[in-house]
């Protein structure tokens, strides 16, 4: 059975079971090559990686800041709205009853000037 066959004789399995152990291992070396390679690379963009990490954790603390800034602002123009809206209607209320008072006040004098013009009037007759 083996001697039949002349590929498969141990003087020449030798050599080819060498080229396959050789290409393997120039496979692995490769490998390792690329792992190495891959790892400096890695190792390269850590701090750049850290970096725009902490820019993003920055930002989103600017954006969170922000929205609290424009919520406080927002509120406050809201209760200096209701403030002077409600200080208007205090100034408006005292102008309507300043005015009934003024008003009142012509009354009785010209129900006096008239009750006076008809005694004055009244005794010359």
């Known amino acids: 059975m083996f001697g039949s066959n ?3 004789t141990p003087s020449t399995i030798l050599p080819k079971a060498l080229r396959v152990i050789a290409i393997i291992l120039e496979h692995v070396s ?3 090559t690329a792992h190495t390679i891959a790892t400096m690379i890695l190792h390269k963009l850590d701090p750049m990686l850290h970096l725009m ?14 929205r609290k800034a424009t919520d406080c602002l927002y509120r406050t123009g809201q209760e200096t709205r209701d ?5 208007l209607e205090t100034m408006k209320d005292n102008l309507l ?3 009934e008072d003024i008003k009142e006040g012509i009354g009785k004098l010209t129900e006096a000037a008239t009750a006076t013009a008809n005694n004055v009037s009244g005794t010359l007759t």
């Open 53 to 66: 990490d902490h820019a993003a954790d920055t930002m989103q603390e600017a954006v969170e800041d922000t």
């Open 97 to 99: 009853r300043t005015t």
């Open 30 to 32: 490769s490998i390792d």
């Open 83 to 87: 403030k002077l809206q409600k200080c």
């Open 6 to 8: 002349k590929d498969c």
